[in-house]
């Protein structure tokens, strides 16, 4: 294992110190880059700590993926949308039944509510007399492309996998 200690000072006439500790394996790969306005002066950063945190989400996801389609799929490998419409029954909490499609889209969108409230997109409301869900919007969702609306589903169904102890076996 290596040991750096990075320091900066008087970057680009910035009177800045920046110190920084990294344990590196052999497996361990980083790069520096530049962010322009960050707290408020231009400095180098680790990418360390983000790759990392990219790594982790990639191999939960990864065992969300294989551990679901194992049980549901017989042998396909399911998507996004369809761990999306797992959820939704989970969530909706009356197990295996036959749903009409307007009730599929539906339990969609209760997994989507669900996923996104810790998010302060969405707050549960009230069960209604059939025991479905609902909830309202608090904040309008935004403008994302769609590789960033993916980015942010999968983040957020790795951490409602991660709040049931998913990841504990």
């Known amino acids: 294992m290596y040991s750096i200690i990075t320091t900066i000072s008087n970057l ?6 920046i110190q920084s500790k990294l344990i590196l394996s052999s497996q361990t790969s980083f790069r520096f880059f530049e962010i322009d306005n960050w707290f408020n002066y231009p400095s180098y950063l680790c990418e360390f700590r983000e790759m990392s945190k990219k790594e982790d989400l990639k191999e939960k996801w990864d065992i969300i993926v294989n551990r679901l389609s194992s049980q549901f799929a017989e042998g396909d490998v399911l998507d996004v949308d369809a761990i999306i419409y797992l959820i939704g029954i989970q969530e909706l909490g009356k197990g295996h039944q036959t749903f009409k499609k307007d009730e599929k889209i539906n ?3 209760i997994a989507i509510c669900k996923l996104l409230e810790p998010y302060g997109y969405y707050e ?3 069960f209604d007399e059939d025991g479905w869900p609902h909830y309202k919007t608090i904040n309008e969702l935004p403008n994302l492309k769609p590789g960033e ?3 942010l589903m999968k983040e957020a169904i790795i951490n409602y996998f991660n709040n049931l102890g998913f990841f504990n076996d």
């Open 107 to 109: 339990l969609m969108h």
């Open 12 to 17: 680009l006439g910035f009177d800045v110190l």
């Open 149 to 151: 609306q993916s980015v």
């Open 124 to 126: 549960f409301e009230y």
